[in-house]
């Protein structure tokens, strides 16, 4: 393992793989660099003599500016370089070339009557209103009583949440708008809309809106209203057994990879993610838009500081002017509560060499691969544009997952440097940062982005890539074993 790595060939800094010892010698592409100090892994180390007012550049990218005068084999970190403002006109990388991407790979999944693909056949149970989730726990537990293996379904998922109820405007808009996007999402073979009858969110109102947005299959989704009928438990076990009917003949086929959608995201990153479980993400990235497919990265208080490079990436004027709207929406909401948008990187973050908020939103930027971005939807919205996508969502990973889920991702992908159970609707895969960590909590983690340390990247991104095709493919998922779902609903403004 190489102790020093320059991610870009453009750059002026390394980035230590281990903690590295003050006098040390390190070999750094075949030249000899003297550390003038102790560097903790993950963080930035001068490759020349450079002068305060210089910008440092990772990644190809501007990060900051020098605020002191730096000497070859010295830290760079929050005492000698800031956020300064700079032009970055020339940071700016142009569209990269993706044809070596190109594969004719395909995945196994279920082609829907709408024409979208599903990489699951599931059951979604969704409540109108979060009062009457107790119920749907009896609901299941009958059916799976009649149906150990879950029947015609791979899975049942409960899209249990607290709200439906006492909310106003936009904010009740927002909720209504994400459990219909769950509802008419490809992985559910069946779905059973449940509601109480005298909450905010009135069924009529459920159904209207499915209607505009994809129209309603009566043999795939059933509406219950609780408060109308004598025996809910008994009406739902008819409408359950009528949706495993439906879905009985489901099968799955070959489809292309320009029908996956995949959602990307960073949940509180290592010193080493840039270094692995990050490029192995921005290397599915490239592929599944090479081939044309649609990714969706979002989190966009950690990626507001490179607003300006993302608008200048954008592949059309379109594109670039979704992207601005999205961050200004979003902005203009943090603005309502005197906050930034934003992200500065934490203490935590710095000693993981995290210097500046630019260098966080480069390296968030480093999951979603080279493409440039196609478009930039806001909260709520499905997914439309093949290739890269920004999404709208406040980097909080229970409602970025949701929303990519909501957006139509078929699954999500995630980096990580914590070992955490969370997921959402969709399959979620974990992928570790450092093998310590994936070998701590095998039954968490789906792949071990450590051995990006150890092992030839062009090898370990393969079997990443094809890892992932056979989780779209039908191979379950960590969550999925454990039956962990969930859903995360963006919360905003008062209740009534």
Same mark, same amino acid.
């Given at each position: 393992?190489?102790?020093?790595?320059?991610?870009?060939?453009?750059?002026?800094?390394?980035?230590?793989?281990?903690?590295?010892?003050?006098?040390?010698?390190?070999?750094?592409?075949?030249?000899?660099?003297?550390?003038?100090?102790?560097?903790?892994?993950?963080?930035?180390?001068?490759? &020349?003599?450079?002068?305060?007012?210089?910008?440092?550049?990772?990644?190809?990218?501007?990060?900051?500016?020098?605020?002191?005068?730096?000497?070859?084999?010295?830290?760079?970190?929050? #005492? /000698?370089?800031?956020?300064?403002?700079?032009?970055?006109?020339?940071?700016?990388?142009?569209?990269?070339?993706?044809?070596?991407?190109?594969?004719?790979?395909?995945?196994?999944?279920?082609?829907?009557?709408?024409?979208?693909?599903?990489?699951?056949?599931?059951?979604?149970?969704?409540?109108?209103?979060?009062?009457?989730?107790?119920?749907?726990?009896?609901?299941?537990?009958?059916?799976?009583?009649? #149906?150990?293996?879950?029947?015609?379904?791979?899975?049942?998922?409960?899209?249990?949440?607290?709200?439906?109820?006492?909310?106003?405007?936009?904010? @009740?808009?927002?909720?209504?708008?994400?459990?219909?996007?769950?509802?008419?999402?490809?992985?559910?073979?069946?779905?059973?809309?449940?509601?109480?009858?005298?909450?905010? /969110?009135?069924?009529?109102?459920?159904?209207?809106?499915?209607?505009?947005?994809?129209?309603?299959?009566?043999?795939?989704?059933?509406?219950?209203?609780?408060?109308?009928?004598?025996?809910?438990?008994?009406?739902?076990?008819?409408?359950?057994?009528?949706? /495993?009917?439906?879905?009985?003949?489901?099968?799955?086929?070959?489809?292309?990879?320009?029908?996956?959608?995949?959602?990307?995201?960073?949940?509180?990153?290592?010193?080493?993610?840039?270094?692995?479980?990050?490029?192995?993400?921005? #290397?599915?990235? /490239?592929?599944?838009?090479?081939?044309?497919?649609?990714?969706?990265?979002?989190?966009?208080?950690?990626?507001?500081?490179?607003?300006?490079?993302?608008?200048?990436?954008?592949?059309?004027?379109?594109?670039?002017?979704?992207?601005?709207?999205? @961050?200004?929406?979003?902005?203009?909401?943090?603005?309502?509560?005197?906050?930034?948008?934003?992200?500065?990187?934490?203490?935590?973050?710095? =000693?993981?060499?995290?210097? &500046? =908020?630019?260098?966080?939103?480069?390296?968030?930027?480093?999951?979603?691969?080279?493409?440039?971005?196609?478009?930039?939807?806001?909260?709520?919205?499905?997914?439309?544009?093949?290739?890269?996508?920004?999404?709208?969502?406040?980097?909080?990973?229970?409602?970025?997952?949701?929303?990519?889920?909501?957006?139509?991702?078929?699954?999500?992908?995630?980096? &990580?440097?914590?070992? &955490?159970?969370?997921?959402?609707?969709?399959?979620?895969?974990?992928?570790?940062?450092?093998?310590?960590?994936?070998?701590?909590?095998?039954?968490?983690?789906? @792949?071990?982005?450590?051995?990006?340390?150890?092992?030839?990247?062009?090898?370990?991104?393969?079997?990443?890539?094809?890892?992932?095709?056979?989780?779209?493919?039908?191979?379950?998922?960590?969550?999925?074993?454990?039956?962990? #779902?969930?859903?995360?609903?963006?919360?905003?403004?008062?209740?009534?």
């Amino acid at each position: 393992m190489e102790k020093l790595v320059i991610l870009n060939d453009s750059d002026n800094v390394a980035i230590a793989t281990t903690d590295l010892a003050a006098k040390d010698t390190v070999n750094v592409n075949d030249r000899q660099l003297n550390l003038l100090a102790a560097v903790p892994v993950g963080n930035k180390v001068a490759l &020349t003599d450079l002068a305060a007012g210089e910008p440092i550049v990772k990644f190809g990218q501007h990060i900051g500016t020098l605020t002191a005068d730096v000497k070859a084999g010295q830290l760079v970190d929050e #005492h /000698n370089l800031s956020d300064a403002a700079e032009d970055d006109a020339e940071s700016t990388s142009p569209a990269a070339d993706l044809s070596k991407y190109l594969t004719k790979q395909t995945f196994m999944g279920y082609r829907r009557k709408s024409g979208k693909v599903g990489i699951r056949n599931d059951l979604f149970i969704v409540p109108t209103v979060g009062c009457i989730t107790p119920l749907m726990d009896v609901m299941v537990q009958q059916f799976k009583a009649a #149906h150990p293996d879950n029947g015609s379904f791979d899975n049942i998922i409960l899209l249990k949440h607290p709200y439906g109820c006492s909310q106003l405007g936009e904010d @009740f808009e927002q909720t209504r708008q994400i459990l219909c996007d769950a509802a008419l999402h490809p992985n559910a073979g069946g779905v059973l809309v449940f509601g109480l009858g005298c909450e905010n /969110n009135q069924m009529d109102g459920m159904k209207e809106t499915i209607e505009k947005m994809a129209g309603i299959d009566p043999d795939r989704m059933k509406f219950l209203v609780a408060q109308e009928v004598k025996n809910e438990f008994a009406t739902a076990q008819e409408m359950l057994e009528e949706l /495993n009917t439906a879905a009985a003949n489901d099968h799955r086929e070959p489809v292309p990879l320009s029908e996956l959608k995949v959602g990307l995201q960073s949940v509180q990153p290592a010193a080493v993610s840039p270094l692995t479980a990050d490029r192995l993400l921005g #290397h599915l990235a /490239n592929v599944i838009n090479a081939n044309g497919g649609s990714t969706v990265l979002t989190g966009l208080p950690n990626l507001a500081a490179a607003e300006d490079e993302l608008v200048k990436q954008s592949a059309s004027q379109e594109a670039a002017a979704d992207v601005q709207h999205v @961050f200004g929406h979003m902005r203009d909401y943090y603005a309502e509560f005197d906050q930034q948008l934003v992200n500065e990187p934490s203490a935590k973050e710095q =000693a993981k060499g995290i210097t &500046t =908020a630019k260098e966080l939103a480069v390296n968030t930027l480093q999951m979603a691969g080279d493409a440039a971005i196609s478009g930039a939807i806001s909260y709520g919205k499905k997914v439309s544009a093949a290739g890269l996508n920004v999404l709208e969502a406040p980097a909080n990973d229970l409602i970025d997952s949701s929303a990519e889920a909501a957006a139509d991702c078929q699954l999500v992908v995630v980096s &990580t440097g914590v070992a &955490t159970p969370y997921a959402s609707f969709v399959p979620s895969v974990k992928v570790a940062a450092d093998s310590a960590l994936a070998a701590k909590k095998q039954r968490w983690f789906d @792949f071990d982005g450590g051995q990006a340390l150890t092992k030839p990247f062009d090898e370990l991104a393969k079997e990443f890539v094809d890892d992932i095709i056979a989780i779209a493919s039908g191979k379950e998922t960590s969550n999925e074993k454990a039956g962990l #779902h969930g859903l995360a609903i963006f919360k905003i403004g008062v209740t009534e």
